[in-house]
C-alpha cells in the first residue's frame, strides 16, 4: 500500500526581476510503499532540496500534487499546514536542529509540547524510544555537552517522537564521522525493517545503501532507480556508484 504518491510534480521559480523562469522539477512522479526506506540521490541542482521541501510542506509545488496516506498536503490551508507537519511527519537533518538551551529531553519532547500532550505521556512515549537508541543516560545533558553522533540519536528520537507516518531525512550522515555515521545507519535501517516509512535524501553513496529503493534525480526529473532485491549492501553500493557515474558522464535513461 502506497503511504506517499507524487504525482506529476513541477516547480517554478521566477528570477527576482521576473524576466527568466527556471524548471526545478519538472512532471516528478513516484510513490513510496508503507515500511519502505527510500534514498533519493543526484548532483547538485537536481531538484533534490526543492523536492524535500515541498514533501515537507515547506513549499508549493507550480502544478502537480503529493498525498500522504491520501491527503493532499498541496491542498493544505496555510493555518493548518503546522499541526499536519507536527503530527504526520518526522524530520532528521544534516545539522541536528537542537536547541542548546534544553536538554536533550526537552529537544525531544519540542512536537509533543507543541501539540499539547500531558506531561506523563511524554514520558510514556520517550522511554521506549530513548531506550531503543542507547540515550537514557544522555537525556538530562545538553547538545554541547554530548558527541554529534548523540546529538543525531536525539534528533531521531525527536522525529520519532510523535510516531510520525513518514521520517523524512535530509542529509543526516552529513556532520557525523565514519563511526557515528554507521551507528545512524544501523538504526536508520532498525528502524526500517520494524515498519517505520523513511525517505533520506543523500550525496552519500554508503548512506543510499542501505537503503530498500534509490531514486535518483537528474534536471529536474526522476531518471532511474535500483530496487536493493536480495543484494548485499556491498552490492548496492556498486550499483549505485555506476549509476551516478552513468549520470555524471551523461548515461541514456535506464
Known sequence: MSILE??????????????????ALRSVTFSVEEGEFVAIMGESGSGKTTLLNILAALDKPTSGSVLL?????????????????????GFVFQEF???????????????LVLAGRPHREMQQYLSPIAHQLGINDLLKKYPYEVSGGQK???????ALITHPKLILADEPTGALDSKSSDELLTILGDL?????T????????KAASHASRVLFIKDGEVFHQIYRGDVTNEQL????SDTLTMLATGGERA
Open 152 to 158: 543525531q540519536r536525539a534528533a531521531v528520537a525527536r
Open 198 to 205: 523513511i525517505l533520506m535524501v543523500t550525496h552519500s553513496v
Open 6 to 23: 507524487v504525482n506529476h510534480l513541477q516547480k517554478v521559480y521566477t528570477t527576482r526581476l521576473g524576466s527568466a523562469k527556471v524548471e
Open 69 to 89: 496516506d491520501g491527503q493532499d498536503l498541496t491542498g493544505l490551508k496555510e493555518s493548518a499546514v503546522a499541526a499536519f507537519r507536527r503530527d504526520n511527519l
Open 97 to 111: 536542529n537542537l536547541l542548546d538551551t534544553f536538554t536533550l529531553e526537552d529537544n525531544i519532547y519540542l512536537p
Open 237 to 240: 553500493y556498486q550499483k549505485i
Open 192 to 196: 526500517h525493517r520494524l515498519g517505520q
